[in-house]
């Protein structure tokens, strides 16, 4: 089960970190991922790291923005997001899989989404 936190409403250029607390186990071989839905768009790939390594893969609108982190101790994912723009408003998802993948078919595990609001 992951579970999201930190999603809010900001200004143009204002920062949020996302957290996706993870139950149950994670094993080394597993990847997880962020993604986001704006409405009316499909679900999209943001950033993903692999869990015991620190492989990192981002999309090309996040990239220098947006960082992704893990804390393996607290089985928790982080997603800072700095600079942000009103087109990064979006329901953001966090989500577990096992292959190295930015493709949304390759996570079995999904959390519920935190919302974030980017003001202009």
């Known amino acids: 089960q992951l579970v999201e936190s930190g999603g809010g409403s900001v200004q143009d250029g204002g920062s949020l970190r996302l957290s996706c607390a993870a139950s149950g186990r994670i094993y080394s071989s597993s990847v997880m991922a962020w993604f986001r839905q704006a409405p009316g768009k499909e679900r999209e790939f943001v950033a993903l790291?692999?869990?015991?390594?620190?492989?990192?893969l981002y999309a090309d609108s996040v990239k220098g923005r947006f960082t992704i982190a893990k804390d393996t101790a607290k089985n928790t994912v982080y997603l800072q997001m700095n600079s942000l723009k009103p087109e990064d408003t979006a329901l953001y998802y966090c989500?577990?899989?096992?292959?190295?993948?930015?493709?949304?078919?390759?996570?079995?595990?999904w959390g519920q989404g935190t919302q974030v609001l980017v003001a202009s």
């Open positions: 790291t692999r869990w015991h390594s620190s492989s990192t």
């Open positions: 989500a577990k899989g096992s292959r190295y993948s930015s493709s949304r078919p390759d996570y079995n595990v």
